[in-house]
Every structure is written in structure tokens, then in C-alpha cells.
């Protein structure tokens, strides 16, 4: 029924679509790419789409439909794990500040409005420009930036969950606070996690790609969507197109697709906003 | 008869940004082994706030501040957290006034109930499912293997109170709190949560507090009652002699205000409504309703004394017309 919904409308069936597509291309990239995308050809560098290279390649004649392929592997690789870790740590460090309340949570929410007070993306830049940007800095950058946002959303639902009827009972029969916790009132708290966390994952793409955009993040050779829109933003002028315009619209359609995908999730997951359109 | 809680002086009060809310004031009172006694009053004469005392899940910022109470034998006020955990949902259980609030809305009632085996008993998950379905049926829920795994929205209210007996009475508590079983219950089907309360603690030998604000469901089915009103105890009696001869004049209010199609006579409102219990003056807090007020109630807090065998009675005005004997 509720698979339904999701499905029944033809933006969110798109995004579904689109993601399960991206995934997939992620998942196969080396059986489903036409070429090796580290391959060089010197005969063929530069050369506009055509049947043999579907998008193009670059100035070193790779294929970039296959570098775009090998590109989603670590574009949502990293989105993955940082949303993984920061959606892990957000909700522990929410649940306790949430339900014990006190010192205990003025401590940790001042740390997260401490973090809150920088943009997300220069504090981004600041970790990896500091920690070096290998991949796994990258995913602890964007991991450590997301950190709030759970933080602050568990927190929220943990307040109202733990004044309601059934955490009482959960009380009166004898559950020690942790179990309350993690037995009764987290399994209330998972609808709106599950949005955030759908919403959290485009945004993270974004910044994957953007850091690399401005050489802080994935390294080449790898290729990266937003590393391979900044080389071929040098290409514009001089008139080879399909090197700027395939990685961004690689990178649009898959935050877009996250985003409308977070939006039906909370239609369809939260009962308030049921029948609401 | 030997008491199986015991209740001594027990004194709540809420810290609020006004002051000091005293929602329960110095209340003692007995239960016995397998008796129901009734606790009536208003809204807001502390009978809520009294039952989470006894579980010490009084929450911030209401605080216990004093008195005692003994169940079996051991003062719960000083046992530790972690003891006290082992006294909850195994020797005293609970029942709520709103089963359907009162159940998890993402697990299903099997899966709760199971959680007091596997809580208390340590029975394997395998083991609490059988006794889990032993108890559904119990409580009279027909498929009860069906039944397990739902979840509280697709059950009728009657049938989600019944699955908050089935939890409550899981662990054979000796104890069992129930507070207002029967709001938003329709009448007929009321009857029958009463009934099956009152059946099954006879079976299990388990006493029962029965708090209500309904007279008509005190006298079906509770042995003694305690009349409290704005936190403070009034009146104690069986529960023939307290609607035969109410000595309180708030008692007798009360039995006055019940509607009555047997005789051609009014219902008779009580005046005024509860006290506030924000930093409340000294003395009986019925004063200002009492239409046999005297100068010392305003002053002094009238002590519970013995007015006759299985009635006490806590009013100035009783105890100068000599009705009652010092305890």
C-alpha cells in the first residue's frame, strides 16, 4: 500500500527510477562500461560523442561515459558511508542528550551548535584541507558535518517519545533507561530518520562532489564527477561541450532524484502530513 | 489482617516557576492481600501522582519528598534504582487510563507482553511467545496467535485494556495499579474489563488499587475505599459503610452527587472545584467547600482518626461532635 505511493507518482517513480539506476550503474560499473576508464587512446583524444564513445572523451581519449560509470561507485560510496556514520552518531549522541536531558544534553547540543556555526561546506574544506584528503577523510568530513542534523532530529523525537503514555508502561514493568530507549522509543523515532537520511544523501553527493570539484577531495587518476566537471570546465571555450556538460548533469540528476525520493518519504512516512499534497 | 502495602505519610510535591505544588500531602493508607481498594476524588486530587509514588516514577519536577511505603515488608522509598526495577512489572504492575497510548504503537501487543517474561522471568524469546499467547487467552482474546502480531491501532480499546491486563498480570504481581481502567471505555464494554480485573485477581490472589473518579464503579466492585481530595486523605471505609454513612462532609458531598433514578431527588453539585495546590495554606484544604467549616480547619491539619472498625475519618468538625475514638 504504502510501496504504492511511492510509485504512484510520476516524479517519485522517476527518482526511483534514477536511483536504482545510478546504483545499479555503481554496482556493475565494470561489467556495464563499454571501456576501461583509465584506458588512453591517443588516436581518438577529444573526439564528440559518437557510437564508439557514447559521451565523448577527454583529452587523453578516455572514455567518459566509463569514467561517469566508475564515478558513481565513489560518489556514493563515500555519500553512503559519511551518511552511514553521521546518521549512527547523530542518532546515539540525540537519543541520550533527548531522554537524559540535563547537563548531559546542554553538553552535547552546545558541541553541535559549536559545529552548526560554521557552513558545512568550509568546515568540509577545513578537515580535509587538514587531514589530507584521502577518501576515508573525505568520508569523516562529510560524516562530521551531517552529525547535527541527526543529532538535533533525534533529539526532538526523543523529547516528545519520552513523555508519552507507552514510555511510561515502558517504565512502570521495569526497563532499565537504555532499554527504553532502544527497545521502545528509537523504533518511533525511524520515520523521520529515514527521510533526513534520503534527503542527507544528495546533499552529501553534493559535497563529495564539490570538494573534489575544488581539488580537496577524490584524487585523479580516479575519476569523480565533480573533479571531471572542473577539467572540463577548461574546455568550454574551446568548444569540446560534452566534458562539462555530462559529469554536471551526472551529479544534478542524482541529488535531484535524492531529494524528490526524501520529499515522497515524508509524505508517505509521516502521518501527519498524510492526504496533504 | 496483615497489610501488603503500606503506605505511610507519603508526600509528593511538583517545583514549578510559581512555587511549590504539593499534589500529594502526608496520605497513609493499607492495602490488604488480594482485596480491591478504591482511591476516588476529583481530578487533581493526587490519585494519579499517588500510584507512580508507590513505583517511585514520579517524574521531574515532581519530586517525593517524605514518608514511607512498605510492600512486604521492605520500604520501597529505600530500596535502590536497580531493585526497584525488579519490583516493577513483576511484584506491582500497572494499568493505564488510555490503553491505547499506553501501548507501543510500533510493536506488536505479542511482542510487549513477551518483553515481561523475557524482563522478569528470563525466559528465552521462544518461551515468552507460548506464555505470551497462554496470557492472551487468559484475558479472553479470541486468535490470540493472530492477535500477537498486531499492532495497537488495529485493536478495539476494549480489546487493547484487555492486552494492558494481559501485560500487567504476566508476571503475577501481587500488586496491580489501575488507574481509571475503564475511561473511554464504553459502558458495556467497561463492565466486562471490570469484571475480568475483579475475576482475575481473585484467581490470582494479586490485590488491586482501583483508582477512579466513578463512584457507580467503586461500589460494583471495590472492598474498602479511600475518598482523597486536593492531596490529602479524607475518609477510609469499607465500602458499604462509605456510601451507607459517609462521615466526611466531602464524602458525603460526594454520595450526594452521584445521580440517583431510584428516588425523586436532585443531584446535588458539590460547590467550588479543587484548591489549587500551589503553596496551600495550612489546615484542611475542604475548608473553603465545607458547609461545616470551623476555625481550627483553617489552622490545623485534621489528623485520620478511628471513627468505628474499617473507618477512619480525617475532619475536625466529625471529631468534635465525639464520633470518633483517638486512634
Given amino acids: ?277 | 489482617m496483615t497489610e501488603l502495602l503500606e503506605v505511610r505519610d507519603l508526600s509528593v510535591q511538583f517545583d514549578t516557576d510559581e512555587g511549590v505544588v504539593e499534589a500529594v500531602d502526608a496520605v497513609s493508607f493499607g492495602v490488604r492481600a488480594g482485596e480491591i481498594l478504591g482511591v476516588v476524588g476529583e481530578s487533581g486530587s493526587g490519585k494519579s501522582v499517588n500510584a507512580l509514588a508507590i513505583l517511585r516514577l514520579v517524574r521531574p519536577p515532581g519530586r517525593i519528598v517524605g514518608g514511607q511505603v512498605r510492600f512486604e515488608g521492605e520500604d520501597l522509598l529505600t530500596l535502590s534504582e536497580e531493585e526497584m526495577r525488579a519490583v516493577r512489572g513483576a511484584r506491582i504492575s500497572m494499568v493505564f487510563q488510555s490503553p491505547r497510548t499506553a501501548l507501543n504503537p510500533v510493536l506488536t501487543v505479542g511482542r510487549q507482553i513477551a518483553r515481561l517474561f523475557e524482563l522478569h522471568r528470563g525466559a528465552s524469546r521462544r518461551d515468552a511467545r507460548r506464555r505470551t499467547l497462554e496470557m492472551l487467552t487468559r484475558v479472553g482474546i479470541a486468535e490470540p496467535e493472530r492477535r500477537a502480531r498486531q499492532y495497537a491501532h488495529q485493536l478495539s480499546g476494549g480489546m487493547c485494556q484487555r492486552v494492558m491486563i494481559a501485560m500487567a498480570l504476566a508476571t503475577s504481581p501481587r500488586l496491580l495499579l489501575a488507574d481509571e481502567p475503564t475511561t473511554g471505555l464504553d459502558v458495556s464494554i467497561a463492565a466486562q474489563v471490570l469484571e475480568l480485573l475483579r475475576d482475575l485477581g481473585r484467581r490470582t490472589g494479586a490485590a488491586i488499587v482501583l483508582i477512579t473518579h466513578d463512584l457507580g464503579v467503586v461500589a460494583e466492585v471495590c472492598d474498602r475505599v479511600t475518598v482523597m481530595h486536593a492531596g490529602q486523605l479524607v475518609e477510609v471505609a469499607d465500602v458499604r459503610t462509605l456510601f451507607a454513612r459517609p462521615l466526611h462532609p466531602y464524602t458525603q458531598a460526594l454520595v450526594r452527587a452521584i445521580p440517583r433514578i431510584d428516588q425523586d431527588v436532585a443531584m446535588e453539585p458539590i460547590p467550588g472545584a479543587v484548591p489549587s495546590l500551589l503553596m496551600p495554606p495550612p489546615g484542611c484544604r475542604y475548608a473553603d467547600r465545607c458547609p461545616r467549616v470551623l476555625d481550627v480547619c483553617r489552622r490545623e491539619r485534621p489528623a485520620l482518626l478511628v471513627a468505628a472498625p474499617e473507618h477512619e475519618v480525617a475532619c475536625h468538625a466529625v471529631e468534635r461532635e465525639g464520633a470518633v475514638a483517638i486512634r
Fill in chain 1, 1 to 277: 500500500m504504502r510501496w504504492r505511493r511511492l510509485t504512484g507518482n510520476r516524479l517519485s517513480l522517476a527518482a526511483l527510477c534514477g536511483i536504482l539506476l545510478v546504483v545499479a550503474a555503481a554496482l556493475l560499473a565494470p561489467w556495464v562500461a563499454p571501456h576501461d576508464p583509465d584506458e588512453t587512446d591517443a588516436e581518438a583524444t577529444l573526439s564528440s560523442v559518437s557510437l564508439r564513445h557514447p559521451l565523448g572523451t577527454d583529452i587523453y581519449g578516455r572514455d567518459q561515459l566509463s569514467r561517469l560509470i566508475h564515478a558513481a561507485r565513489v560518489d556514493l560510496l563515500v555519500a553512503l558511508s559519511a551518511t552511514a556514520i553521521a546518521l549512527t552518531l547523530g542518532a546515539t549522541l540525540g537519543a541520550l542528550a533527548g531522554y537524559r536531558g540535563g547537563w548531559v544534553d546542554q553538553l552535547l547540543m552546545r558541541a553541535v551548535d559549536a559545529i552548526m556555526a560554521f557552513p558545512a561546506f568550509i568546515l568540509a574544506m577545513g578537515i580535509t584541507a587538514a587531514l589530507g584528503n584521502s577518501t576515508a577523510n573525505l568520508v569523516a568530513a562529510i560524516a562530521i558535518t551531517h552529525v547535527p542534523i541527526y543529532t538535533r532530529l533525534i533529539r526532538g523525537e526523543m523529547l516528545k517519545a519520552r513523555e508519552t503514555e507507552y514510555a511510561e508502561a515502558a517504565r512502570t514493568v521495569g526497563n532499565r533507561p537504555r532499554q527504553i530507549v532502544l527497545i521502545h522509543l528509537l523504533p518511533n523515532c525511524v520515520p523521520p530518520l529515514i527521510v533526513q537520511a534520503t534527503l542527507a544523501m544528495g546533499f552529501a553527493v553534493l559535497t563529495v562532489a564539490a570538494l573534489s570539484f575544488i581539488g580537496l577531495g577524490i584524487q585523479p587518476p580516479q575519476s569523480e564527477w565533480g573533479q571531471m566537471t572542473a577539467e572540463g570546465a577548461g574546455y568550454v571555450v574551446s568548444g569540446e561541450w560534452w566534458l562539462v556538460l555530462f559529469p554536471g548533469l551526472a551529479i544534478m540528476a542524482t541529488v535531484l532524484a535524492f531529494n524528490l525520493l526524501g520529499d515522497t518519504l515524508r509524505d508517505v512516512l509521516d502521518p501527519r502530513m498524510r492526504g496533504v499534497r
